[in-house]
């Protein structure tokens, strides 16, 4: 399906469904939007027999395929989601062409039904029913069962993809065979995964000891600098040069000696141009890369200017205004990540403590991505330890739900509503983060840990 069709099919739902929950009737406004979406199906019925919309998570799917929206109608689109998971209604199938007047009847059903305090899934089915709507069927959101299986399995597909990043990076600095192919299917394979279960990943990016620090960062950055993408409404083709931009940020360290890297104490001037150097090397591994039939120029530029303020100061020394938007996304979330590292010259943060460093440093971060970011974040993200109430000490696991650890070190789900008294650093605590994400992989229920 076209991302037109796409659009135009969001546009024309959310909008009926709307004055339909305004007016409560079928009025002469309803059945000229109405009309319009009708027309807009018949279109899609010469291409296709059915027509299938489901959510997943907080995503919309058409006919198995996930809906990539642009910003311009990003408020409709999470309208339209919001909407029917009011209504309980997972998934919306078109078995052939309505006529005319079944659009009307079920959009209509659907606004009235919305506008009220009081329905169920039950009474909007038997609406449809009386109605005499038969070629447009609705099912109920997935049980919790089932619904439990699907996010345990994404889950795993997260991590398995995270430690496949780190290998591939690791593969990138000692074989000449590594090829862009790959980094095209690690950044897809985040991106998919991104959009159906964001939390969960954005809680992996806590995990800091898979194999060396430059490779977990790497992964880590990659990430978050999709989630910012997505979020952005960054088309498919810009996220996967987005990707490959973060995945290399900081590739070119490996060239450069372990001593000037983990030096404790102040770097000497020579020392510190050599850092300085890290950005031209990374954006030469992509350059030799088997398979890079063109250079990519975005994602070059976003790893050279990645360590540049958003008021022009920073390194590399070259002649740009302002850094360009892929590198001032890397730049938030590569601090971000950097801060919340523990490293031999530096203090570990808390994700709270870094957020709040991000968000005073206006000459550092741009402002209004930093907006994005906290969105996506939150005020306690998604792998931060929290203090609870009663002393209890948690995980966030994503944003509706903390793992609780007790004090035989049993981790267990509980809903965010647990009251959380503060974040904390890693160093107040006797656990191991990364164990509790892993734990809970593998078992979503209950984990020991």
């Known amino acids: ?128 029913k009386k ?35 780190i290998s591939y990076l690791k593969k990138v600095t000692i074989e000449e065979e590594a090829n862009i192919y790959e980094a095209r299917r690690i950044v897809r394979n985040f991106s998919e995964l991104l959009f159906k279960e964001r939390s969960y990943l954005i809680a992996l990016t806590i995990i800091k000891d898979i194999g060396s620090y430059t490779f977990n960062h790497s992964a880590n950055v990659c990430i978050l600098s999709i989630a910012m993408g997505i979020e952005l409404g960054l088309t498919r083709k810009d996220l996967l040069e987005l990707g490959i931009a973060a995945l290399f940020h900081d590739l070119g360290k490996i060239d450069i000696p372990g001593d000037i890297l983990n030096k404790p104490d102040t770097l000497t001037n020579i020392e510190y141009e050599k850092i300085k150097q890290h950005p031209y090397l990374s954006a030469e591994r992509i350059i030799f890369l088997k398979g890079v039939d ?55 943060r808390s994700p709270f403590e870094a957020l709040k460093y991000i968000v005073k440093s206006k000459e550092i971060y741009d402002p209004s991505l930093v907006k994005t970011f906290l969105d996506i974040m939150g005020i306690y993200p998604p792998g931060s330890i929290v203090l609870l109430k009663g002393g209890l000490k948690g995980v966030m696991i994503s944003d509706k739900e903390v793992a609780v650890i007790r004090k035989n070190k049993i981790a267990e789900k509980f809903p965010k509503e647990t009251t959380i008294i503060r974040a904390l650093s890693p160093n107040e605590v006797d656990f191991d983060t990364s164990s509790i994400l892993t734990a809970v992989t593998s078992d979503e229920n209950s984990s020991g840990v």
């Open 294 to 348: 063109e250079v990519p120029v975005f994602a070059l530029r976003g790893i050279l200017e990645h360590h540049i303020d958003y008021s022009g100061t920073g390194y590399p020394d070259i002649s740009t205004k302002k850094p360009t938007l892929f590198a001032r996304i890397i730049r938030i979330v590569d601090s971000y990540d950097a801060m919340t590292t523990p490293r031999i010259y530096q203090n570990v």
């Open 1 to 128: 399906m076209k991302e037109t069709d796409i659009r135009n099919l969001i546009l024309y739902f959310s909008s009926s469904i709307h004055i339909a929950r305004v007016f409560q009737t079928k009025s002469q406004t309803l059945y000229q939007h109405a009309q319009k979406t009708h027309q807009f199906l018949s279109d899609l019925f010469k291409e296709f027999k059915t027509i299938e919309l489901f959510i997943s998570e907080n995503h919309l799917f058409f006919n198995d395929e996930r809906a990539n929206v642009e910003m311009g109608i990003i408020d409709r689109y999470r309208s339209l989601i919001h909407d029917l998971k009011t209504l309980s209604i997972g998934t919306i199938l078109f078995t052939r062409l309505p006529k005319l007047d079944e659009v009307v009847s079920f959009l209509c059903c659907l606004g009235t039904h919305l506008a009220s305090s009081k329905h169920s899934f039950e009474q909007i089915s038997n609406s449809l």
């Open 131 to 165: 109605e005499g709507v038969k070629s447009i069927k609705i099912s109920r959101i997935e049980d919790s069962k089932q619904k439990d299986g699907i996010l345990r399995s994404i889950r795993e597909e997260a991590l398995s993809t995270l430690l496949d990043s």
